[in-house]
């Protein structure tokens, strides 16, 4: 991963490819397997996991991932002598099972029909506990709810977290909340997602119109005392993705945390509880029960 | 410490009074002896340190600070029964010795009389490892000049980089600092201080006039694309601070990083070589050199 980039997940987008394609693209050129560095910044033993994908019509070669620190070191022998490399795995795609979205709202006072959807994701690699992503998200949306709820909040719309199941391996919690929805006659009137970790909070992206991009940068002044600064164009998230196809012209909101460390934990064994803090964590709870108090007073659709 | 208060340095601020004079305030009221709650946000483990005062007017009474843990357990006892409380100390005040600031720098190009001092303090309380107060400043600020030396920068200015001694215990380096300089005829133009732990950069402040904060924030566009955001008036540093009394005029910068997490490791065990995340020291490195070059650059006295 490009160290160079400031956003931690531009470094990570920019070499996704080399995990998510490798195994194609090297069997095309003749291999038999396929392992890479951990896509990750630092230095470290703990190997990372993550999506990947074969073509039914390319060979499906082996494909694994080092920690880094291995990863340097075999670079290494390979650099001064001939290595003879074996790896031994025993993965199985198993049939899918059922799984759900985990639910929960507000119901809107005056227009319950209107909704305003904010969630994480559930599932998580299982390779650590899957703490920042999306524990963190999940937690951040279902505190921000119970703030508003203790604070006998009456929502205007109909305020609904969602914890969307199967984020990491196909995004059909994702999809089916969307086409589920519409299908209930719902009016979806924006989407926040929080799926970039639990550290502190920088600010939002919206995936938006100019319309909801000037209301997002209208908050700016009631967030700046809190240090929150970054209220661009950007990228809402996976989950809430799909609802772009089931209701045109909705608004999504991505929550900003700071990214710095966020890919010391992404995917690996170090993404458990301990990793998060505590302090950072509920300034993100805050935050996003801000920005969905603020469009349920303010948004117009 | 009130944990509504964003920039934890406020919050520690409004109660770093009941360290530094409870023992006199208590010994007025009687008491034979003090005993506070850690002045820290997260309620831990860890018993922190720091100054505090005696009047010689005043009975000098034994003063400690438990951890927040430990504190919260003997207040909860002390709601609901008598306790009866016995500490032993064998604190001692030795005589002073000497001790050195520690001083490298890249002679100016053009006005070597004319100086740009930046710095952190090389003195640690001796609880944990000082690593985030100061270490991380003193590498701050030893990084910025190797940066700049290995791009084989020629100043204009001459770059001094000052590892100050005694902050801790009544700023004797930073007052030598000043007059040293001072006699030897130096003309001090800017000076930059670390003194709030290697997290991730926001910006910096500064203690100075109008004239001083436009330049600051005209490098602000320069900054953006980092992330680094404050550029307000404020404080510079503890060490840096006599500087004003011996060059009128000078304006004084404070590096200023993410603080949410900074009274988890401050003046206590925990602030550990561990605590520090490799990546975030490394770019507030690069945010002090980065000022340093503009301040070179741009600077008129």
């Known amino acids: 991963m490009n160290e160079k980039e400031i956003i931690t997940f531009s ?4 070499c996704y490819v080399i995990r998510g394609n490798g195994a194609i693209e090297s069997a095309k050129l003749g ?29 499906k070669i082996p494909a694994a991932a080092l920690a880094t620190k291995d990863a340097d ?19 199985k795609n198993f049939p899918d099972a059922v799984s759900y979205n985990v639910i929960a709202e507000l119901t809107g006072s005056e227009k319950p029909n209107e909704i305003i959807t904010f969630g994480g994701h559930l599932d998580s690699w299982d390779t650590g506990e899957g703490a920042h992503d999306d524990g963190t998200g999940v937690i951040h949306c279902l505190e921000a709810l119970r703030i ?13 977290v969602v914890f ?3 984020e990491e391996n196909g995004n059909k919690g994702g999809q089916t909340y ?11 009137i924006a989407a926040v997602e929080s799926d970039r970790g639990g550290f502190a909070p ?20 009631i967030f700046k005392p809190y240090d929150l ?9 996976v989950d809430i993705g799909p609802l772009k196809k089931s209701f045109e012209g909705i608004p999504l909101f991505g929550f900003v945390p700071d990214s710095q460390r966020y890919f010391d934990f992404h995917h690996a064994p170090s993404d458990v509880f301990e990793s998060v803090n505590k302090r950072e964590l509920e300034l993100g709870c805050a935050a996003i029960g801000s920005l969905v108090y603020l469009l349920d007073k303010n948004i117009s659709f």
Chains 1, 2 share one sequence.
């Open 11 to 14: 470094a990570y987008g920019g």
């Open 31 to 59: 291999a038999v397997g396929v392992i890479i560095r951990s896509l990750g910044l630092p230095v470290d033993e703990h190997p990372h996991t993550g999506s990947m994908h074969y073509e039914d019509s390319i060979q």
């Open 73 to 91: 070191i075999l670079s290494n022998y390979l650099k001064t002598s001939k290595v003879r490399f074996a790896y031994e795995m025993d993965c």
């Open 148 to 160: 508003l709820k203790t604070l006998n909040y009456k929502p205007k719309h109909t305020l609904r």
């Open 164 to 166: 969307f199941m199967n």
């Open 178 to 188: 969307a086409t589920w929805s519409k299908s209930r006659g719902d009016i979806q």
């Open 202 to 221: 920088r600010g939002f992206e919206i995936d938006g119109n100019e319309k909801y991009l000037n209301l997002l940068q209208s908050f700016a002044p």
């Open 229 to 237: 600064h970054i209220f661009d164009k950007g990228y809402g998230g």
